[in-house]
Each structure stands twice: as C-alpha cells, then as structure tokens.
C-alpha cells in the first residue's frame, strides 16, 4: 500500500511542482481557446457587425434616394391624372357634340313631322269648313223655312 505524501509541518499540502504544471496547463488552454475558438468566432462577429453598420448606413443613405423616388412618382401619377382627365373631358365633349348633332337632327325630323301634320290639319279644317260651310248654308234656310211662315223671305 502506498502512503500519502508527507508535507511540511504546517502545511496543508504539498504541491511540489504541481501548481507549476497546472498554471503552464491552463495558459496553453487558453492560447488554444483564444487561436481555435475565439479569434474565429470575434471575427464572425466584428465581420456581421461592419455588415450590419453598412447597411444601416446604406439604409440612412437611400432616405434621400426615397425621397427622389417619392417625388418622381408623385409628378408621374399627377400628369397621369392629368392625362386621365383630358381624355375623359374629350371624350364628353364628343360625346356631348354627337348627342347634340343626334338631337338636333331627331328635332328636326320631329318638326318637319309636326310641319306635315299641322298643315295636313289645316288642309283638313279648311275642307271641314268648307263641307260644313254647305251644311250650314243649307240647315240655316231649313230653320229659316220652319220658323217663318211661308211667303217670307230674307
């Protein structure tokens, strides 16, 4: 069986050359660490970052852009509108020169029918008048033959 290490009278432990090795062990774990974990993983990082700033920036950038952009499609939907509004105001004014030209030669037709009608009215009042010129002509002596007497005459 293997007896324990004696230490020092007073001491806890005897470390020898123990902590030493240890202190060396953690330096060359953390020379490893920072050249195969950290230094690549800060490097990810600092390289996102600088990304992200440029593009912020880019962003911050473009709000002039925007604004130029903005305005210029304002001025096209304007004359667009314009535009929109000239042709639909064409397009009534010719609707509105057709539907007078279809007017005025309905009106026309209508009134040379109302120019026939009235003088085929006053041919045919004229005839009536004239047929019953005849008629009155001949019941007017009838009511004179009645109600004088005989050997009267007018």
Do not use: H, Y
Request: aromatic share 4%.
């Amino acid at each position: 069986m293997a007896l324990p290490a004696s230490a020092d009278a007073g001491k806890l432990f005897d470390f020898n050359l123990t902590l030493p090795v240890m202190a060396a062990e953690f330096l060359l774990l953390m020379v490893f660490l920072d050249k195969t974990w950290f230094t690549p993983v800060g490097d990810l990082l600092d390289k996102r970052d600088a990304e992200l700033r440029g593009m912020v920036g880019e962003v911050k950038d473009n709000s002039a852009n925007l604004a130029a952009l903005k305005a210029e499609a304002d001025g096209i939907l304007r004359s667009a509108r314009a535009d929109a509004q000239a042709q639909l105001q064409a397009c009534k004014s010719e609707c509105q020169a057709d539907m007078d030209s279809k007017f005025g030669a309905a009106k026309a037709k209508v009134d040379k029918e109302l120019q026939v009608a009235l003088e085929a009215l006053a041919k045919e009042e004229a005839e009536a008048l004239k047929s019953m010129q005849g008629q009155v002509d001949s019941l007017s002596n009838e009511i004179i033959a009645r109600v004088l007497p005989e050997g009267v005459s007018l």
